[in-house]
């Protein structure tokens, strides 16, 4: 008589109906617990999870699809260009690097300094500096920051700005 086999071998009680478990087959062990096949399903659909993946929130276990889509899992971010499922963050808002570009130029900024308008619009720093950069009265140029710095000197007179060149200039022509 072969002893190495009984279809009657107890393994211990099911964690969820707490009823015994009997025979080879009949169960799976997940989370240190001992489930019957039956009984180890997704708390929304009841789908059988044995050797599927499966996850747990607040004690309820749930297959990959009720807890990707039931509201059960956070959503996922979409990024503020395109509308797509992302995970960088940029001003607070999502963007994929791909989408994250100059308004202007559209280069992208991903690791790249930028600067926002008023309006929220996104720009490399050099067209930033180019469109919005207050213009010369005298030349109706923009008074950009020198090369190599971030400010920018200008004159201001009787609610006009100059460059510094131009104001000398425009005063002498007086």
């Keep these: 008589m072969d ?4 279809p009657n071998l107890y393994f211990g009680s099911c964690t969820r109906c707490r009823e015994g478990v009997y025979g080879t087959g009949a169960a799976c062990q997940a989370m240190g617990h001992l489930f019957h096949n039956t009984c180890f399903t997704c708390s929304v659909c009841n789908k059988q ?3 599927k993946p499966f996850f747990t929130v607040s004690g309820l276990i749930y297959c ?3 807890y990707l889509f039931s509201g059960v899992h956070p959503p996922q971010e979409v990024c503020n260009v395109c509308g797509c499922s992302i995970t960088d963050l940029a001003r607070g808002k999502s963007y994929h690097p ?3 570009r100059c308004v202007i130029c559209r280069r992208e900024l ?5 600067a926002v308008d008023s309006e929220s619009r996104v720009y490399c720093v ?3 500096y180019r469109v919005q950069a ?15 710095s971030t400010e ?5 007179s009787s609610d006009k700005y100059y460059h510094v060149e131009c104001y000398t200039s425009d005063v002498n022509l007086l």
């Design 152 to 156: 920018s000197i200008r004159v201001v």
């Design 3 to 6: 002893r190495s086999y009984s």
């Design 98 to 100: 791909s989408c994250f």
């Design 126 to 128: 050099s067209d930033y």
């Design 110 to 114: 991903e690791g790249q300094a930028f």
């Design 64 to 66: 990959e699809d009720d």
């Design 49 to 51: 999870l044995n050797g």
């Design 134 to 148: 207050p213009r010369c009265a005298a030349c109706r140029e923009s008074i950009l920051p020198t090369e190599g």
